[in-house]
Every structure is written in structure tokens, then in C-alpha cells.
């Protein structure tokens, strides 16, 4: 059994971008623990009715993908770029120690909302492997509608690695998405289920299975 945590800048994240690779984690008994950066507050101008759908869908969520637990960071969502990167990375360590996990899930670098690129940033420093021996895996997970919106430089493109056959959990993780109430809409909307199926089929395709997950392995010790 092995402890894997999934961080995500914002909740629907970590359903996006590795949703039917948490559900194959729980089905082989791992223990998968969720860490979300932010999180939307009154304070921050959102209206009481939005908070309590966005908690309430949260503990669906989770209650769905049967978490061991839950952290939230409650960082303004969107505003990660003007908080202090030691604030954040003391934050992240903190939760990484609890945790104590073999893998790591985490955002693409290159993501173009700046909440991603701050959660990559935050936990690559909180992951070094003298602080964080436990570590043995970390993988970036793509997110459509912030991955595929990138510029098309060398230094910036997702390029996939690793993948996870998901083709036996895709359909949960598309109903998992749906309780995201306001993040889903029609095709060609990038967050659609036609997308994700799409996705899905296209690294599927090139795992040689009929649907995946794909990832970008960034250490590996074994």
C-alpha cells in the first residue's frame, strides 16, 4: 500500500487531471490524501450562496474518491502570484510531512493560469529529496483548459511520459466532474465531456489502451 497525495491549485483539478488514476489508487488500496491550494472566500468578494456550492461540492468530491483526508490551504483563488513564496512553501512542507507520501501528484509547470504555474513552483521547492526522502515519485498531470493553452515554446510544452490506463474509471471520473456544477459546458467549451473523452481516446491511443491519463515524470528513485 502506498501513500499518494494529489494537489491541485483548485478544486476540479485533480478530477481533470488525474481523476481515473485516483480511482485505479483506491482500488489497488492505496492511501490518496488531496491538498488544495485555494479556495473561494467571502473575503475575497464571493457572494455566500458560491461558497457553500463550492464547499458542498468539494465534500462530494471527496466523499466520491473515498480521500484519507483533506487539506485546504484556503489561499485566495488567483492570487497565488502576490503571496509569498515562503509563506506557500512553508504551507505545502507542512502537509507533505503529515503525509509522508510516495507520490506526488502535481500541475504542469507551463499551465498558462498563474495559480499553476505558482502550485508547480511551491511544491518542487517543498519536495526536495534531502527534506523529503519519502518522495519516490512526482508526476505532472495536464489539465484541459489551462495545458493545451500554453505557447507552443520548446521549453513549455507537456510532454507526456508516463501513462495510466484509466480505460475501467473513465466514466466515474466524468461523473465526479459533473458534480463541479459550474466548471462543465457543451462542446467546444475545453472543460465539455466530449474533451475529456477525446483526450482520453488520444492518450489511450498512444498508450495502446483504450482510454488514459497522461503524465510527465519528474523524479522517480527506485
Known amino acids: 500500500m502506498k501513500k499518494i497525495i494529489v494537489i491541485s491549485p483548485h478544486p476540479d483539478d485533480e478530477t481533470l487531471g488525474c481523476g481515473g488514476t485516483i480511482l485505479k489508487h483506491n482500488e489497488d488500496g492505496d492511501s490518496v490524501y488531496w491538498l488544495i491550494m485555494t479556495n473561494t472566500l467571502i473575503e475575497e468578494g464571493y457572494d455566500e450562496l458560491a461558497v457553500k456550492t463550492r464547499q458542498k461540492e468539494i465534500e462530494n468530491v471527496a ?18 502570484d502576490i503571496l509569498p513564496k515562503g509563506q506557500l512553501v512553508k504551507a505545502v512542507s507542512n502537509v507533505i510531512d503529515k503525509v509522508v507520501p510516495e507520490v506526488v501528484y502535481l500541475p504542469n509547470r507551463n499551465d498558462v493560469h498563474s495559480d499553476h504555474k505558482i502550485t508547480f513552483d511551491t511544491v518542487i521547492s517543498s519536495a526536495k529529496t534531502f527534506n523529503c526522502p519519502f518522495i519516490k515519485r512526482l508526476l505532472a498531470y495536464e489539465v484541459v483548459s489551462e495545458t493545451e493553452f500554453s505557447p507552443p515554446f520548446q521549453n513549455s510544452v507537456f510532454i507526456p511520459n508516463s501513462f495510466s490506463d484509466i480505460s475501467e474509471y473513465l466514466e466515474r471520473k466524468i461523473s465526479i466532474m459533473r458534480m463541479y456544477k459550474g466548471e462543465m459546458k457543451e462542446h467546444p467549451f475545453p472543460r465539455s465531456e466530449d474533451n475529456l473523452r477525446a483526450l482520453a481516446t488520444f492518450r489511450g491511443a498512444t498508450a495502446g489502451v483504450k482510454y488514459a491519463e497522461a503524465f510527465m515524470v519528474l523524479k522517480e528513485i527506485w
Open 63 to 80: 466523499s466520491n474518491y473515498q480521500f484519507k483526508n483533506i487539506y485546504r490551504l484556503d489561499f485566495p483563488t488567483t492570487k497565488l
